[in-house]
C-alpha cells in the first residue's frame, strides 16, 4: 500500500477544483513513510481518495498530482500515455509545424515537465524533483516517440529552487550543434537552445505572431519595441510593412534581429536601434514620429505579487507613450506576461493609459499564449501571457 497524506478541509476543496498541487499548510497528517520523489496517495479527513502523485517534502509543493483514479498506477506507463497525448493534441492542432511546445507541464498531466521543440531538436525543462528523478526516462520515451535524437537539458529555471534542486543546463544525448534553424510562419529563425530566452525563443507568441500579419496594413510604418531577436518585427515586414523599426537593449539580440532580417530578405524593410524602450518612446513622441502599428512585448516586469503595483506604473509608461506615436485608425499590440498581472487590471492599465493620452482606444481582439501553451483553469497563474489588440483614434 502506497503511503499517504490527509489534507485539512481547504486542502480537500483545492483538490475537489482540480488544482494539481498539496501545500504544505494542508497537510494534517500522515501514513506510511513519505520518501521525496516517491508515488503517494492523498486522502481526506473522512478517508476519502482525492488524487496520486510525486511528494516532496523539501517543497512547499507537498505533493503533484497525477491521476485522481485510485486504479491507475503512477509509473513508466503512465508517462508514456501522458507524452502520446500531449503529442497527437500538438499534431491536431498544428500538422507539420516543427517549432512548438510539445509538453506543458500541468496542463498535459506531467506537473513540473516542459519539452520544446525546435526542429530535430527537443529542449526539456524539469522544475519538480520528480521530474528531474525520472529525466532519463522521460528522454527515451520522448526519443521513441517522436523519432528525435537530440535532448538537450534546460534546467536553469528558478523554479527548480523551490523544489530543493539546482540549476544546470546541458545535453542528454550526444552532443550536437546548439544552434538550430526552424521556421514559423514561413519565416526562418535561428534559435540557440543553450543561451536563449526561456528554451531559445518565444514559442508562446506564435499564434499572435500570425494574428498581427491581418493588422499590417500595405506599406505601413510599424514599431517593435522589445524586439528580442525580431519575430513580431519580421512578422511585420512580412505582412507587407513599408517600414519596421525595432527597439532592443541587448545587443546580442540585436545583432540576431539583424541576422533574421538578412536571412529572410528583409533587410531593407527592417531596421534596428540598440536602446532603452522607455527612453527612446519618448525620444519618438518628442521628434514627432508616427506609426501605424505598435507592438508592445516587455520582459516581465515583477516576479513577486508585492512589486505588482510598480510593474503597472511601467505597463502604464510604456503604453501611454505608444499611443501618441499612433495615428488615427492605429493598431496597438500590448502585452504582459507576469502572471501576477491579471488580465483585468492589465487591461485597466492600458484604458488608463489611453484617457492619460487623450486617445480613444477600441478593443478589437483579446489575445494570450498559443494553443500549445494551455492554460489550467484550477490555476489562474498559468494563464500568464495577457494581450489586446486595439485600434487607436
Given at each position: 500500500m502506497l503511503a499517504r497524506v490527509i489534507v485539512n478541509k481547504a486542502g480537500e476543496a483545492?483538490?475537489?477544483?482540480?488544482?494539481?498541487?498539496?501545500?504544505?499548510?494542508?497537510?494534517?497528517?500522515?501514513?506510511?513513510?513519505?520518501?521525496?520523489?516517491?508515488?503517494?496517495?492523498?486522502?481526506?479527513?473522512?478517508?476519502?481518495?482525492?488524487?496520486?502523485?510525486?511528494?516532496?517534502?523539501?517543497?512547499?509543493?507537498?505533493?503533484?498530482?497525477?491521476?485522481?483514479?485510485?486504479?491507475?498506477?503512477?509509473?513508466?506507463?503512465?508517462?508514456?500515455?501522458?507524452?502520446?497525448?500531449?503529442?497527437?493534441?500538438?499534431?491536431?492542432?498544428?500538422?507539420?509545424?516543427?517549432?512548438?511546445?510539445?509538453?506543458?507541464?500541468?496542463?498535459?498531466?506531467?506537473?513540473?515537465?516542459?519539452?520544446?521543440?525546435?526542429?530535430?531538436?527537443?529542449?526539456?525543462?524539469?522544475?519538480?524533483?520528480?521530474?528531474?528523478?525520472?529525466?532519463?526516462?522521460?528522454?527515451?520515451?520522448?526519443?521513441?516517440?517522436?523519432?528525435?535524437?537530440?535532448?538537450?537539458?534546460?534546467?536553469?529555471?528558478?523554479?527548480?529552487?523551490?523544489?530543493?534542486?539546482?540549476?544546470?543546463?546541458?545535453?542528454?544525448?550526444?552532443?550536437?550543434?546548439?544552434?538550430?534553424?526552424?521556421?514559423?510562419?514561413?519565416?526562418?529563425?535561428?534559435?540557440?537552445?543553450?543561451?536563449?530566452?526561456?528554451?531559445?525563443?518565444?514559442?508562446?507568441?506564435?499564434?499572435?505572431?500570425?494574428?498581427?500579419?491581418?493588422?499590417?496594413?500595405?506599406?505601413?510604418?510599424?514599431?517593435?519595441?522589445?524586439?528580442?531577436?525580431?519575430?513580431?518585427?519580421?512578422?511585420?515586414a512580412a505582412a507587407g510593412a513599408g517600414e519596421v523599426l525595432g527597439l532592443e537593449v541587448s545587443e546580442a539580440a540585436l545583432a540576431l534581429a539583424r541576422h533574421h532580417a538578412e536571412l529572410n530578405r528583409l533587410a531593407h524593410v527592417c531596421r534596428f536601434e540598440a536602446a532603452n524602450a522607455f527612453d527612446r518612446l519618448r525620444q519618438l513622441v518628442a521628434e514627432g514620429r508616427q506609426f501605424d502599428v505598435v507592438i508592445l512585448d516587455p520582459p516581465s516586469f515583477t516576479q513577486h505579487r508585492a512589486a505588482v503595483d510598480k510593474a503597472l506604473s511601467g505597463y502604464k509608461e510604456i503604453n501611454l507613450r505608444a499611443l501618441k506615436l499612433l495615428r488615427p485608425g492605429g493598431v496597438l499590440l500590448t502585452f504582459t506576461c507576469s502572471y501576477y498581472i491579471e488580465r483585468a487590471r492589465f487591461v485597466a492599465t492600458v484604458a488608463e493609459a489611453a484617457a492619460d493620452a487623450r486617445r480613444q482606444l477600441i478593443v478589437r481582439q483579446h489575445l494570450g499564449q498559443a494553443l500549445h501553451h494551455p492554460e489550467v483553469l484550477a490555476i489562474p497563474e498559468t494563464g500568464y501571457l495577457k494581450g489586446l489588440v486595439g485600434e487607436v483614434w
Open positions: 483545492r483538490q475537489r477544483r482540480g488544482h494539481p498541487w498539496v501545500y504544505e499548510g494542508e497537510i494534517v497528517d500522515a501514513q506510511g513513510a513519505l520518501e521525496d520523489g516517491a508515488v503517494v496517495d492523498c486522502y481526506s479527513r473522512r478517508g476519502q481518495f482525492l488524487g496520486r502523485g510525486y511528494y516532496n517534502g523539501r517543497s512547499k509543493i507537498r505533493l503533484r498530482v497525477l491521476t485522481r483514479d485510485p486504479h491507475e498506477a503512477v509509473d513508466e506507463a503512465l508517462l508514456r500515455r501522458r507524452l502520446a497525448w500531449a503529442l497527437a493534441r500538438r499534431q491536431r492542432l498544428y500538422p507539420g509545424a516543427s517549432a512548438l511546445r510539445l509538453v506543458h507541464a500541468e496542463a498535459d498531466g506531467l506537473p513540473g515537465l516542459t519539452v520544446d521543440r525546435y526542429a530535430e531538436v527537443l529542449v526539456l525543462q524539469c522544475t519538480s524533483l520528480a521530474m528531474d528523478l525520472q529525466q532519463a526516462q522521460l528522454v527515451r520515451l520522448l526519443q521513441e516517440l517522436t523519432g528525435i535524437p537530440h535532448v538537450y537539458a534546460r534546467n536553469d529555471h528558478s523554479a527548480r529552487r523551490n523544489d530543493g534542486l539546482a540549476l544546470h543546463s546541458g545535453f542528454l544525448s550526444a552532443p550536437f550543434p546548439t544552434t538550430v534553424r526552424i521556421a514559423e510562419h514561413g519565416l526562418a529563425f535561428d534559435v540557440d537552445v543553450a543561451t536563449g530566452h526561456k528554451t531559445g525563443f518565444y514559442l508562446d507568441q506564435m499564434d499572435n505572431h500570425l494574428a498581427l500579419r491581418a493588422l499590417v496594413p500595405a506599406g505601413a510604418a510599424v514599431l517593435d519595441a522589445f524586439c528580442y531577436t525580431g519575430a513580431f518585427a519580421l512578422h511585420a
